[in-house]
């Protein structure tokens, strides 16, 4: 398993594709909290703050994480190499969780240099330290939980087909309605007393409620159970070769 992890991550560090990604996410949460002239510009805002950060990069991510996973099981289904790595001595189980940690590690290693963000911060504050930083810590919990969740959906997305256009809109759909959907349906009030509880369907619920810097086990409860079950129907979709 730790094999494939190990190629999966030097194949995307090896291609363009790891560094296209890690530059775009950079360059666009970049713009957006340093240059354009927004309400998430920290220069412009006036206050010590990386809310901006946190609010633009889960819908960067949205995009960009389904362009990293949209090859994984894509390719191999379309370059005929499936059937040849399904022969090797491992399980589907550990044929999923070295993709799915290969995408997670990609996008932990985009996320860390924003971390220089949290020192310009710091020090740009009227005191220097001025940071809430349990907000801070919890925002980018909460920022590594998302991000592992759209992996998951993303990875089962492309283990549906063998076309990496079709696994990339399946995922921005999936990863789109997992964060927003249950949240506009809620807007809707639609179902009475049950609104509550559709919102607290969607991602960003809880992505926003560990954005405070309050741990809750719910959340935790939430992101893993969220991960654990895309990653289970992955490994049903490779099981249908036995049917």
């Not at 985009?110 to 005191?127: D, F, K, M, R």
Request: glycine fraction near 8%; proline fraction near 2%; charged fraction near 10%.
């Amino acid at each position: 398993m730790w094999t494939m992890f190990r190629k999966e991550v030097s194949g995307f560090l090896s291609s363009l594709i790891g560094y296209i990604v890690i530059a775009v996410f950079l360059l666009i949460n970049g713009l957006f909290i340093w240059i354009f002239p927004m309400e998430f510009n920290i220069l412009q805002y006036g206050y010590a703050t990386l809310d901006g950060l946190f609010v633009i990069a889960p819908f960067v991510f949205l995009f960009l994480i389904p362009a990293i996973t949209m090859r994984l099981f894509a390719d191999e289904r379309r370059s005929g190499t499936m059937e040849l790595l399904l022969t090797k001595p491992v399980s589907d189980l550990q044929i999923i969780l070295s993709k799915y940690l290969a995408g997670v590690v990609l996008v932990v290693i985009a996320i860390l240099p924003t971390l220089v963000y949290v020192i310009a911060v710091w020090q740009l504050g009227l005191e220097p330290g001025n940071l809430d930083k349990g907000g801070t810590l919890g925002s980018y919990l909460g920022l590594l939980f998302l991000s592992a969740a759209f992996v998951a959906a993303g990875i089962f997305a492309s283990s549906l087909t063998d076309n990496q256009i079709v696994a990339f809109i399946l995922a921005v759909f999936l990863c789109g309605f997992s964060y927003i959907g249950f949240e506009s349906i809620h807007n809707l009030e639609l179902f009475g007393r049950f609104d509550l509880f559709i919102k607290a369907l969607g991602i960003n619920a809880h992505y926003i409620s560990m954005s405070r810097g309050v741990i809750d086990t719910r959340d935790l409860v939430y992101f893993l159970s969220y991960i654990v079950f895309f990653l289970m129907l992955t490994r049903l979709t490779l099981q249908r070769r036995y049917w």
